[in-house]
């Protein structure tokens, strides 16, 4: 059921926001030259798949998770862009395509090994990844891969559809703030 109301709500949402997307892409190339950024992460069963973003930092930052960069450099549109959250509507991209659910654990990175221990752990890659989920609400990020590792397990266990839209409204009203830049 979950798969309808992602294919159907990411439909939906790449249909009527392509404005808004061509819009931040045209800024996007003014800003780095490169608008969309494309990172290979951990999927389900650990696969990789390919996210997508729109590019917050310049196009030569190091591929490493935010909160373990030193020199990170994020853009002025590239702030709004993580502010408004609008960094992650390419993603409605991968959600329509199956790489991703609009509910579930965030991808991580291949070289984020604490992280894939305690997910794998806890059985967390045996759903597939999601845009959001019940760490971001509760400002989890992945500079604390224990505790995102049981709150990921947690969610999963009992995610519900009553659940998937509670975390979807919380997360549109605002909840949550991303990941941490140290």
Same mark, same amino acid.
């Given at each position: !059921?979950?798969?309808?109301?992602?294919?159907?709500?990411?439909?939906?949402?790449?249909?009527? %926001?392509?404005?808004?997307?061509?819009?931040?892409?045209?800024?996007?190339?003014?800003?780095?030259?490169?608008?969309?950024?494309?990172?290979?992460?951990?999927?389900?069963?650990?696969?990789?798949?390919?996210?997508?973003?729109?590019?917050? !930092?310049?196009?030569?930052?190091?591929?490493?998770?935010?909160?373990?960069?030193?020199?990170?450099?994020?853009?002025?549109?590239?702030?709004?862009?993580?502010?408004?959250?609008?960094?992650?509507?390419?993603?409605?991209?991968?959600?329509? /395509?199956?790489? !991703?659910? %609009?509910?579930?654990?965030?991808?991580?990175?291949?070289?984020?090994?604490?992280?894939?221990? =305690?997910?794998?752990?806890?059985?967390?890659?045996?759903?597939?990844?999601?845009?959001?989920?019940?760490?971001?609400?509760?400002?989890?990020? !992945?500079? /604390?891969?224990? =505790?995102?590792?049981?709150?990921?397990?947690?969610?999963?266990?009992?995610?519900?559809?009553?659940?998937?839209?509670?975390?979807?409204?919380?997360?549109?009203?605002?909840?949550?703030?991303?990941?941490?830049?140290?």
């Amino acid at each position: !059921m979950i798969r309808i109301f992602d294919f159907l709500f990411s439909f939906l949402g790449l249909l009527f %926001l392509w404005p808004i997307g061509i819009i931040l892409y045209i800024i996007g190339l003014f800003d780095t030259g490169s608008p969309i950024f494309v990172q290979e992460r951990v999927g389900r069963l650990k696969k990789p798949f390919k996210l997508l973003k729109f590019r917050t !930092m310049p196009v030569n930052t190091k591929s490493v998770a935010t909160h373990l960069s030193k020199d990170i450099t994020i853009t002025k549109f590239g702030s709004f862009l993580r502010k408004s959250k609008l960094d992650e509507l390419p993603q409605l991209i991968n959600v329509l /395509t199956g790489d !991703m659910s %609009l509910v579930g654990p965030r991808p991580n990175l291949f070289n984020q090994t604490e992280l894939i221990e =305690e997910r794998e752990k806890r059985g967390v890659y045996n759903a597939v990844p999601g845009i959001t989920g019940l760490a971001q609400i509760n400002e989890i990020d !992945m500079s /604390t891969p224990v =505790e995102l590792a049981e709150k990921d397990a947690e969610m999963l266990e009992s995610l519900n559809i009553k659940q998937y839209f509670s975390y979807i409204f919380s997360t549109v009203s605002g909840k949550g703030q991303g990941d941490r830049i140290k």
